[in-house]
């Protein structure tokens, strides 16, 4: 039988609005149409998605009982740095998987932005920008976390990371509103240290919990395909891996072990 974590649950950060709907197309999708008329920061939680998708256009399976949500911000600065939102949302997903389950052990953080356990993914994030130059206007963050269900093997790429889900490998079932307080909560803690501080902190937090830091890896962009060890994130962000071509930084990749 199943563990239950049953979270009273009644805490939101201060400061951040909420949208919560039984269905949607996509929180993406509704996050660029409250834009023009939203107080932000807002959070939108849907309990179900109708077309939601993933990285690289690629479909985002959602069986019922999982988590989506769209963080919907207008970050001062460049996009560059409002970029770095992605490690924010990951190191808070890390920090809620750990409050919600009660263990750490087997959770990573997959470079830029994925939370695997045990090996497998069990969660994502797509950022989306609205903008020009050096403004970035709004900052949509999709997330979607697998509480209850992975979607099959089959509905993802032959070369991606098994997806896996927190029921399925902890036995602890997770209701999405309990995870959507949890999750909001250390986003915005996080953020608060980010307009403090600086990217500093959050990458150092972020890398405590990197995935295969040490390791060969391969990073694949859109033109190229790159192997080497993965030696940092630097200050932008970017995936610092050392190859036979000597120290690269990449800025946008696909990741594979
Ligand atoms: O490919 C990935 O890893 C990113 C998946 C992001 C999925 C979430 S679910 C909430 C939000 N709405 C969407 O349509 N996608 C994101």
């Keep these: 039988m199943p563990g239950y974590m049953s979270l009273t649950g009644d805490s939101w950060p201060e400061g951040y609005g909420r949208l919560q709907l039984n269905e949607v197309d996509s929180t993406l999708d509704e996050a660029a149409?409250?834009?023009?008329?939203?107080?932000?920061?807002?959070?939108?939680?849907?309990?179900?998605?109708?077309?939601?998708?993933?990285?690289r256009g690629r479909p985002w399976s959602m069986p019922e009982g999982n988590f989506a949500a769209t963080l919907l911000l207008r970050p001062a600065g460049p996009p560059t740095q409002a970029a770095l939102r992605?490690?924010?949302?990951?190191?808070?997903?890390?920090?809620?998987?750990?409050?919600?389950?009660?263990?750490e052990?087997?959770?990573?953080?997959?470079?830029?932005?994925d939370v695997l356990l045990n090996g497998g993914k069990v969660a994502g994030i797509l950022l989306e920008s609205t903008g020009a130059?050096?403004?970035?206007?709004?900052?949509?963050?999709?997330?979607?976390?697998?509480?209850?269900a992975a979607p099959p093997a089959s509905?993802?790429?032959?070369?991606?990371?098994?997806?896996?889900?927190?029921?399925?490998?902890?036995?602890?079932?997770?209701?999405?509103?309990?995870f959507f307080e949890v999750?909001?909560?250390?986003?915005?803690?996080?953020?608060?240290?980010f307009q403090q501080?600086?990217?500093e902190p959050i990458r150092t937090g972020w890398l405590a919990h990197a995935a295969r830091i040490g390791e060969v890896i391969?990073?694949?962009t859109t033109r190229e395909e790159y192997s080497g060890t993965f030696e940092d994130v630097d200050a932008e962000g970017h995936l610092v891996l050392r190859g036979p071509r000597g120290v690269m930084s990449i800025a946008a990749a696909d990741v594979y072990f």
């Design 105 to 113: 052990k087997g959770l990573a953080l997959k470079w830029p932005n």
């Design 133 to 148: 130059g050096q403004q970035t206007g709004f900052l949509s963050i999709g997330v979607g976390v697998n509480l209850v």
């Design 183 to 193: 999750l909001a909560c250390h986003f915005a803690n996080l953020e608060q240290q």
């Design 33 to 55: 149409r409250q834009a023009p008329k939203a107080a932000t920061p807002l959070w939108i939680f849907a309990r179900r998605q109708t077309t939601a998708r993933g990285r």
């Design 197 to 199: 501080y600086g990217f």
């Design 86 to 103: 992605s490690f924010i949302m990951s190191l808070a997903l890390y920090r809620a998987f750990v409050e919600v389950t009660g263990r």
């Design 155 to 178: 509905d993802v790429e032959a070369t991606a990371l098994k997806p896996v889900s927190i029921l399925s490998e902890t036995s602890v079932r997770v209701l999405p509103e309990t």
């Design 218 to 220: 391969t990073a694949r």
